[in-house]
């Protein structure tokens, strides 16, 4: 096991109903002058930030608002609401929404704490040494970003995706509804559980032998999400189902499945340039790149991928042929993927084949190689690129 | 799901060598004056203290020391501690042993800050508002205190033994490096992961239906020390095997096995009288309980025990017959029990089946019941004793 440290220390408020306690806790972790954070109508629509301006106003905390904030968040909006911050004085940020809502907060609490341009800690010119409190209230399992000291937001000058991290903008409480889920369309849906599977898998795959309690934890989090999925798609108020969703989703991304070894994070990467190019739902591009990544790479450990094989998806080991096991289970992930109303290749998707040079390009990989579980070369890229393209069940 | 808090702040410090760092850790969570408690002679005759020490020299941080801990410990070191951390001035207290340390240094950490006496939070008096931050190097994968918010105490007086808890407890770092425990005799280790399994079993058994990720959750860590335990018993010097297990004793406790369901913990109440009278290993007094206790209960939800069964110990499932599932599961566990050098009757614990009317006595149920997975009444827990007494393979 490799050496690590291990810090979530933020407070999660799970549960029916809980969101009318977000006063109380910007209060505990010191916020006085709030800056709620939203998206589009949806959060106001649904009655939901009616209910947390009261429970602020119930606290006597004052509060400004800045929605407005889009799928792959930019960095346009960000500049405005550092803007925003620094006039009013604001010293907490409450984001109300999912992953793209709470990047976008992130991004301001670390913009309104330094004195050069936010951009700096996304292009790697700069480490975040200080930020402004987040908090959180979710309205989709998905992105984990409730738990994750990560953000990522998209230049929109060229479009350009990139992520951004530190112990710093992780958020002190995030307040876990699972009820504020049920309204959510299918797709969306299910593109929140393809993305929560994705980031368990970027972490199933290492290189690092023997780590028995990581591998299991990982297992958890991925079998828990091929049983409960299916029952929200065809179930949308099924509460128990969409709460095993919502905290799997916390769990697979606030680093406890990943700790002690090498990890992959080569599918999201080439994701990125999926969704910064067609501005695609995250978890749809995934769902295209995942299993091709998986096609393109298995044979570097196919024991590992018949173990993912028969332990997530329940597929007999074929002890005398476990290549046969390994590629049942990826074939398995791809159907469950359909399953549940993903796209598959480039079309479904609305991507196009001829575009991958400019994906490619957009990577920067130049005659390098991006690190991982296997390292990829451009060319590499590409073909994962042209599974993408072409695959089907 | 039932609504539920999970906050696990404290900063985890994993691997080979990282004690080295304790110092710089104590200054970033505050510390600058510090009570080094720690037990017998083998933090200092390993040369870990003195490590420990020069970490805290090359910070400038200053430091009394208090060791003496005894496994259970006594409320009256507890005393002795928080008269003396008020005499020099201590506000950081770095726990360097096992959960008997830890528990202690929470005890005087939380005493310090209270103008009554710290037994009032043991039995329940009183709820702990404040206390000094506790960081803690690890020795010993065992009680899961490095990540807790709990304390068990006893009073030296009638040999009482209690816990208390609050977040306010909980450390805020703590060292774990495997490497720490290699030297540990095969009886401590085997103690330390029967309480591990035992914690998260007391998680397992709950009447909350629905609950499929806390299920695959505590299923990870006991599948892991299924395995694990035995690989450290014969070679005792198997880094990775002590890695999994220190990781995995963590996990077991700081609460994310647990979320969101009722638990049961009357193996732990019924094991404290044990160790309380007799002053056995807490662990050691689990593995005679915590089957036993199995056998009184299981009928209450065979097919719970079935999977347990099947998926921690790789029990063929009967359809036709989930109770055979069910009763060879724990079976399997007393036999992993016995295998691993634990106690699992009376006998060879060192306890007599005449003290069962103290013990029961001690336990003060009345005419009440004790609450959990099923209540249980003073007979029934003199009738769980009854069965430890006489358990055999």
Redesign the interface.
């Known amino acids: 096991?490799?050496?690590?440290?291990?810090?979530?220390?933020?407070?999660?408020?799970?549960?029916?109903g809980?969101e009318t306690e977000c006063g109380r806790y910007v209060r505990k972790f010191g916020g006085s002058k709030v800056l709620i954070h939203y998206g589009g109508g949806s959060a106001v629509k649904s009655g939901l930030l009616t209910k947390v301006k009261a429970s602020l106003d119930a606290e006597g905390i004052s509060y400004e608002e800045l929605g407005g904030v889009q799928p792959n968040p930019r960095d346009t909006l960000v500049y405005k609401g550092i803007d925003l911050c620094r006039s009013r004085g604001i010293d907490f940020i409450l984001a109300v929404g999912g992953g793209s809502v709470i990047d976008s907060a992130k991004a301001i609490a670390m913009g309104v704490c330094y004195d050069g341009d936010f951009w700096d800690f996304y292009c790697g010119k700069s480490r975040i040494e200080k930020a402004l409190p987040v908090g959180v209230v979710l309205t989709i399992a998905a992105a984990g970003s409730e738990g994750s000291g990560n953000s990522v937001i998209t230049k929109e000058e060229g479009m350009i995706k990139r992520g951004a991290g530190s112990d710093n903008i992780r958020p002190r409480f995030s307040v876990l509804d699972?009820e504020l889920t049920c309204t959510l369309p299918a797709y969306q849906t299910a593109c929140g559980a393809t993305d929560i599977m994705a980031h368990v898998f970027e972490r199933y795959f290492t290189n690092t032998?023997?780590?028995?309690?990581t591998d299991?934890?990982c297992?958890?989090?991925l079998?828990?999400m091929v049983?409960?999925t299916p029952r929200v798609i065809k179930d949308p108020n099924n509460?128990?189902?969409r709460?095993?969703i919502m905290?799997?989703g916390t769990?697979a991304h606030n680093g406890?499945v990943g700790?002690?070894r090498s990890q992959d994070w080569n599918s999201h990467g080439l994701e990125h340039e999926l969704s910064g190019l067609y501005d695609c739902a995250h978890g749809a591009g995934l769902a295209v790149i995942m299993p091709s990544w998986m096609e393109f790479v298995y044979k570097h450990d196919v024991m590992r991928f018949a173990q993912m094989a028969e332990r997530v998806f329940g597929c007999a080991m074929h002890y005398d042929d476990p290549e046969s096991t390994a590629v049942e289970g990826i074939k398995r992930f791809r159907e469950f993927l359909h399953s549940i109303g993903m796209p598959i290749n480039f079309a479904e998707l609305g991507a196009s084949e001829e575009d991958i040079p400019v994906l490619v390009e957009k990577l920067g990989v130049g005659d390098g190689k991006r690190w991982g579980f296997v390292q990829l070369s451009a060319e590499d890229c590409a073909e994962i690129y042209r599974i993408a393209a072409r695959a089907s069940l």
């Open positions: 096991m490799d050496n690590f440290n291990f810090y979530s220390p933020t407070e999660f408020v799970f549960g029916r809980r699972p032998k023997e780590v028995e309690i299991r934890l297992e958890a989090v079998i828990t049983r409960e509460y128990e189902a709460a095993n905290w799997a769990v406890i700790v002690g």
